[in-house]
């Protein structure tokens, strides 16, 4: 079961590739793409920009409209990123997460017994003893 946020057709030129302006004061890029992976375009916009709460994706322009939620299955919500365009580039930002996750955490670079003496020579004499590289 999937609760999706159904946006109105742009005014303009019809399309059903329409987002929600998201205001903050930072940029979350998390919640972007957790935004995106439901099945929401959203743009981050601050509250002192004038425009409407929805943007087209194709046409570029704002607008206002009412927000419904429903929920749907998974087949509905399948049928539902199909409609909307975001399946290709869904997938794509699912399985770039996943490859992601499954990386083996890159070793450290160990630390010489050494760095600690050579981070004291440094701070009071101002020398670096590091070897030099030819």
Do not use: W
């Amino acid at each position: 079961m999937h609760i999706v946020k159904i946006l109105p057709e742009c005014p303009y030129c019809g399309s059903v590739r329409t987002g929600l302006y998201i205001y903050e004061r930072e940029h979350y890029p998390k919640r972007k793409q957790k935004a995106f992976v439901s099945g929401l375009r959203v743009r981050l916009a601050s509250r002192y920009e004038s425009h409407g709460n929805l943007f087209c994706s194709d046409c570029g322009r704002s607008f206002s409209g009412k927000i419904k939620r429903k929920i749907l299955s998974e087949k509905e919500f399948y049928g539902f990123l199909l409609k909307k365009g975001f399946l290709e580039d869904r997938n794509g930002l699912m399985q770039n997460e996943e490859r992601r996750r499954n990386q083996k955490p890159q070793k450290k670079k160990e630390k010489s017994d050494h760095e600690g003496l050579r981070l004291a020579v440094t701070i009071f004499t101002g020398i670096d003893i590091r070897k030099k590289k030819k």
